[in-house]
């Protein structure tokens, strides 16, 4: 059974950065396209950047320009560098396949508050 496990979150100002990991535990992580999905408060989980198995990316309008997914198949972990964040990117984000398993990870939340 395959596992996910984010780390990386925390509490960051407005223009800050964060670098979100997740592990994918399994063999066949560098046949998945992977994605990092994000949920506020009150509101439904959002996917905000996928990276194909051959290294295409394709990110939410919200986050282009501010934020790079990227990924090591060697150490089955997936990334996503976020730059310039904002008060609206706070949410618990979470990594999964694309499309998801049919279980999610912890998460790990972060939080852009001055």
């Known amino acids: 059974q395959v596992q996910l496990v984010e780390s990386g979150g925390g509490l960051v100002q407005p223009g800050g950065s964060l670098r979100l990991s997740c592990l994918v535990s399994g063999s066949m992580f560098r046949i998945y396209a992977m994605s990092w999905y994000r949920q506020a408060p009150g509101k439904q989980r959002e996917l905000v950047a996928t990276?194909?198995?051959?290294?295409?990316?394709v990110y939410a309008d919200s986050v282009k320009g501010r934020f790079t997914i990227s990924r090591d198949n060697a150490k089955n972990t997936v990334y996503v560098q976020m730059n310039s964040l904002k008060p609206e990117d706070t949410a618990v984000y979470y990594c999964?396949?694309?499309?998801?398993?049919?279980?999610w990870g912890q998460g790990t939340q972060v939080t852009v508050s001055s």
């Open positions: 999964n396949r694309n499309p998801p398993f049919g279980l």
């Open positions: 990276i194909t198995s051959a290294g295409s990316t």
